[in-house]
């Protein structure tokens, strides 16, 4: 199984954390090193490798995605690093700030053969299906 790791694990990132770690692998966690959320990740967590530095997730070649859960104006550069890692690459919307950084991120994920996509919960959400 492609091992996964999570960059953002504040109020949503958690929420991630919780569900994925149920069915797939998540080696490692990054954050911005609030140790709330550090000491959270710990004590329900406590086999997730935790890094302040996503340098060490994008230089790991166990894993195959990223999540990233994080302020929206880090997504540009953290797709960008992730897929140029040749990581395959789950973002919370939005994508990017503008059009422009949207369009490379795409790019440069299908020049790699890599998916990239944005989550949108509500879309998938069983109660708009029904609707």
Same mark, same amino acid.
């Given at each position: 199984?492609? #091992?996964?790791?999570?960059? !953002?694990?504040?109020?949503?990132? /958690?929420?991630?954390?919780?569900?994925?770690?149920?069915?797939?692998?998540?080696? /490692?966690?990054?954050?911005?090193?609030?140790?709330?959320?550090?000491?959270?990740?710990?004590?329900?967590?406590?086999?997730?490798? =935790?890094?302040?530095?996503?340098? *060490?997730?994008?230089?790991?070649? *166990?894993? !195959?995605?990223?999540?990233?859960? @994080?302020?929206?104006? @880090?997504? =540009? /550069?953290?797709?960008?690093?992730?897929?140029?890692?040749?990581?395959?690459?789950?973002?919370? /919307?939005?994508?990017? @700030?503008?059009?422009?950084?949207?369009?490379?991120?795409?790019?440069?994920?299908?020049?790699?053969?890599?998916?990239?996509?944005?989550?949108?919960?509500?879309? =998938?959400? *069983?109660?708009?299906? #029904?609707?």
């Amino acid at each position: 199984m492609q #091992k996964l790791a999570i960059i !953002g694990i504040g109020r949503w990132g /958690k929420n991630l954390i919780r569900d994925l770690s149920k069915i797939s692998n998540i080696k /490692k966690c990054s954050s911005n090193g609030n140790q709330k959320n550090i000491n959270w990740l710990k004590k329900h967590h406590p086999s997730l490798q =935790y890094t302040s530095n996503p340098e *060490e997730i994008f230089n790991d070649k *166990e894993i !195959g995605a990223v999540i990233i859960s @994080t302020p929206l104006n @880090t997504h =540009y /550069k953290l797709v960008k690093k992730a897929l140029l890692s040749k990581k395959n690459v789950f973002v919370e /919307k939005p994508l990017a @700030t503008n059009v422009i950084h949207i369009n490379e991120l795409i790019k440069l994920a299908q020049k790699n053969k890599l998916n990239l996509f944005v989550g949108h919960v509500f879309l =998938y959400n *069983e109660i708009f299906n #029904k609707i």
